[in-house]
């Protein structure tokens, strides 16, 4: 399989990475290439085999349902790139 | 005062014990190593306050219980980590100035056994790369150089690059890694050290910036096996906080080395036999045949036969796992925003582009795809359906050997810039890292000899699931046979 420009314009909005036009020429055979190199798992047959899940056998564990974290919002709000009146803040969403 | 940059872990800790230095004194001397070797590109921040408050404390700790096993030990800790109050940026642009409100708890783990800080270790941006050139503070130089004379700077290898170089260059004594396809061992086999990736779970990821979550895992390194078995002891534990973490005592590793491999068997896997690789690599890979057996172990010829398979199935999984672990990059949270006309999409859109470098948006781009409607069956669950497959080669090899020897990277160090413009050339560098990561296994690099350019080159040692000792140990045999001292000559 191979990806025409037109999917590549897909996959950038589905993963929102703003391209130009040159960008997205320059990708097409660059991902080209990598998809061809992977495509060689093709000639493994893999009938029967379960598809891998958990590399070291391990269960999930659960814990007890009570608050163990919590009331630190001017450390989670430090970072942002704007935050207000306590929130975070965003471009306007709704007209 | 002599130059305590040249000890190992083990050594300054016997030094610092014995009253022969203080910890102040060691942390001085690498703060001004540090500072002297900026044109290695090594470290992103230096933290000096952080390295001689810590070493304060293990001088008034002294000769007390309270003593952690690091006491009086400054490390070079990956830009990867979590550090509270200090710049964590992966490498990335999207990530300037972040400033984590809490630590890592492998980081968390060493500054209990008391170990300080020197700064922030450079690497390839979100561990995408095998060359340190994706970061956005530009490449590490590795401190070796060829010796035809030509002074080509050298690539440190990835991600890990700014450790390698760090412990190589006497600028850190020894230095976290992370490893999701080689990014501890070829760094290390690329700069003459040790590094070891233990078994996926061993180290908890919590607070470890996430580059593809089935595969990540942290480890040391350092200049010599015993080094990497006393900081991975302190890096190792349960952690409710990670999901995947194991469950388990951490082993004494160090208490438990010996060199004596008598009754193991080690197994050599001839689909690693492969063409084009250059001929020094072969040569040492014999040699290291030698001295395990030399060491008293067993040599039995092995098959892994999915080994061809193993990096394009990394190269399906870990991008899939990146692009969905990268979406938390949107400019709302934490990290930079771009300036962007119109909505909310176009700010992400916009973010996004310009805070991720080419890399890491083609593995985006690439996993993105590999995971979207009507191509997900093809791509990503027949990749883990080879990573099955590659898993279960080890279990078979695993019931006629203990361990496994391989060369580390198929190639010495590269200058830089000779890969990065071709993707798959580069990603080949991993071809013999990869497949022990897929399958979760412990694995390291150590020194083995110098190829005939003058540049070290690593060999391989993997063992099963949980049996980090077996590992160590025969990277102890192959240490004190190899009789491997160089040393980068100092240019910078």
Same mark, same amino acid.
């Given at each position: 399989m191979s990806v025409s420009p037109e999917q590549v314009r897909h996959i950038a909005k589905l993963a929102r990475i703003a391209m130009s036009d040159e960008e997205l020429e320059r990708l097409v055979p660059e991902l080209n290439n990598i998809l061809g190199w992977v495509e060689q798992l093709e000639e493994v047959n893999t009938d029967g085999v379960e598809p891998l899940t958990a590399v070291v056998p391990n269960q999930l564990r659960l814990r007890e349902d009570k608050v163990t974290d919590g009331d630190c919002r001017d450390d989670v709000l430090a970072n942002a790139p704007v935050a207000e009146h306590g929130f975070f803040t965003v471009p306007k969403v709704i007209e | 005062m002599s130059d305590l940059t040249s000890l190992s872990i083990a050594e300054l800790r016997e030094g610092f014990r014995s009253g022969e230095f203080t910890a102040r004194e060691v942390a001085e001397q690498y703060n001004a190593a540090a500072a002297a070797a900026r #044109? !290695? =590109? %090594?470290? /992103?921040? @230096?933290t000096p306050e952080d390295a001689l408050a810590s070493a304060e404390a293990a001088d008034k700790a002294r000769g007390s219980d309270a003593l952690g096993s690091l006491a009086g030990i400054p490390l070079g800790i990956k830009d990867l980590f979590a550090t509270r109050g200090v710049d964590t940026t992966a490498g990335s642009r999207i990530l300037k100035d972040f400033k984590p409100p809490y630590e890592s708890t492998v980081t968390a783990n060493l500054r209990k056994a008391g170990a300080g800080m020197l700064g922030k270790l450079n690497m390839d941006e979100f561990a995408? *790369? #095998?060359? =340190? @050139? /994706?970061?956005a503070y530009g490449p590490v130089i590795s401190p070796w150089r060829r010796?035809? *004379? *030509?002074?080509a700077p050298l690539a440190p290898g990835g991600s890990s690059g700014g450790s390698s170089t760090a412990v190589a260059a006497g600028i850190a004594p020894g230095a976290t890694g992370t490893d999701t396809g080689g990014s501890i061992r070829q760094p290390a086999a690329f700069t003459g050290i040790c590094g070891i990736k233990p078994t996926y779970g061993r180290c908890s990821r919590w607070g470890i910036v996430s580059f593809a979550s089935s595969l990540d895992q942290a480890g040391p390194m350092a200049r010599t096996v015993r080094d990497c078995a006393i900081l991975l002891e302190a890096m190792a534990g349960f952690d409710p906080k990670d999901s995947t973490s194991l469950d388990l005592p951490v082993p004494n590793w160090e208490s438990g !080395?010996? $060199?004596? !491999? +008598?009754g193991k068997r080690v197994g050599i896997p001839k689909e690693y036999r492969i063409d084009g690789v250059p001929d020094d690599i072969n040569v040492l890979w014999d040699r290291g045949i030698e001295l395990l057996r030399d060491a008293g172990a067993d040599i039995v010829e092995i098959s892994l036969p999915h080994t061809k398979y193993a990096l394009p199935t990394y190269y399906i999984i870990a991008p899939a796992e990146a692009s969905s672990n990268l979406a938390r990059y949107d400019g709302v949270r934490y990290g930079a925003r771009a300036e962007s006309e119109g909505g909310l999409d176009a700010m992400y859109a916009a973010t996004r582009a310009e805070g991720f470098g080419a890399e890491v948006k083609r593995r985006i781009m690439i996993g993105t795809y590999v995971l979207s409607a009507g191509f997900y069956d093809a791509y990503f669950t027949k990749a883990q359906r080879v990573r099955s497959l590659i898993k279960r080669d080890f279990e078979q090899a695993f019931e006629k050997c203990d361990l496994i020897l391989t060369p580390t990277a198929p190639s010495a160090a590269f200058a830089l *810039?000779? +890969? $990065? %413009?071709?993707p798959i050339a580069m990603y080949l560098n991993d071809v013999f890292a990869v497949p022990a990561s897929l399958a979760g296994l412990p694995a390291m690099s150590v020194p083995g000899g110098l190829d005939s350019d003058g540049l070290p080159l690593g060999l391989q040692l993997i063992g099963r699931e949980l049996d980090e000792q077996s590992v160590l140990n025969a990277g102890l045999a192959i240490e004190e046979r190899a009789g491997f001292d160089a040393k980068p000559k100092r240019w910078w």
């Open positions: - | #044109s !290695l =590109n %090594a470290y /992103t921040v @230096e995408m *790369g #095998s060359s =340190n @050139e /994706t970061s010796k035809d *004379g *030509g002074n !080395l010996s $060199s004596d !491999l +008598k *810039g000779d +890969k $990065s %413009a071709d």
